[in-house]
């Protein structure tokens, strides 16, 4: 039996040196312009703000209000996907890290740690991890100034591998609509290519996982659960991706892109 307080104490000091919350607003638009990987290395100093050391990850700041994305995405809809299910996988993404032994726990230092070694962890940080980071990501990957063309080198690489946005969109869509179950669509960069795929539960393209699986850098991404669209559009599951390219952050998308 592992002694409880030397691994709350433990986990402190992992979070007061570099553990990591991820992906805080600001965080994430000044490390947009650095790779993915430094985005999640940068996020995890921002751990020493002493409100945040007593759980080694915690819910980022959403970067607008909860109505911003009305009427694409509904108020209700955002209030209880980010307090409640984002919130859910933080917190049991904590739990989790915390029934962990101590090797595995120096491989929670950062969600990067733990996406690098996914396969040697147990799925409950698997899916509350993903869980965190793909949420952060989806909140900062839209916009109430969202929607439209993307621009710059990400349109140019778009037009490039689909021959045109609208190709581009009816691919992306089609994946999202052929995720069975619950899970999320991608655009990642795998190999210097752009590539559209989609992942299971809270699986992401980050993940080192055995076997086939998408595998790349994220640049867009898409939450096709349930609990993203059914309150407002119930079982159609098309008309909320048909919402999402009103409000895609394409600004933040090309500076990943671009990362
Ligand atoms: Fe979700």
Redesign the pocket.
């Given at each position: 039996m592992k002694n409880n307080n030397s691994r709350r104490n433990f986990l402190k000091q992992t979070a007061i040196l570099s553990t990591g919350t991820i992906l805080a607003s600001s965080v994430l638009q000044g490390a947009f312009a650095n790779t993915t990987s430094s985005l999640l290395e940068d996020v995890t100093h921002k751990i020493e703000d002493k409100n945040t050391i007593e759980g080694a990850f915690v819910l980022p700041k959403l970067p607008y209000s909860t109505d911003a994305l009305e009427p694409h995405i509904d108020k209700t809809t955002m209030e209880i996907?980010y307090s409640k299910?984002?919130q859910a996988y933080v917190t049991n993404l904590n739990k989790a890290i915390g029934t962990l032994d101590k090797k595995l726990i120096e491989y929670s230092n950062s969600l990067e740690t733990i996406f690098e070694k996914m396969s040697q962890f147990p799925d409950a940080v698997r899916n509350n991890a993903g869980?965190h980071y793909?949420?952060t990501l989806?909140w900062e990957l839209l916009s109430p100034a969202g929607g439209g063309l993307p621009k710059g080198k990400l349109a140019e690489a778009i037009t490039s591998s689909y021959g045109s946005f609208d190709e581009f969109k009816k691919q992306f869509a089609d994946a999202s609509m052929k995720r069975f179950g619950s899970g999320w669509a991608w655009l990642v960069v795998k190999d210097g290519k752009l590539v559209i795929g989609s992942t299971a539960n809270?699986d992401n393209p980050l993940m080192s996982l055995r076997g086939k699986g998408l595998k790349g850098r994220p640049i867009l991404a898409l939450?096709v659960?349930e609990?993203?669209y059914y309150l407002k559009n119930q079982n159609r599951r098309a008309d909320y991706i048909a919402s999402f390219w009103n409000v895609i952050n394409w600004d933040a998308a090309e500076a990943l892109f671009n990362s």
């Open positions: 996907h299910h984002h869980g793909n949420h989806f809270q939450d659960w609990h993203a």
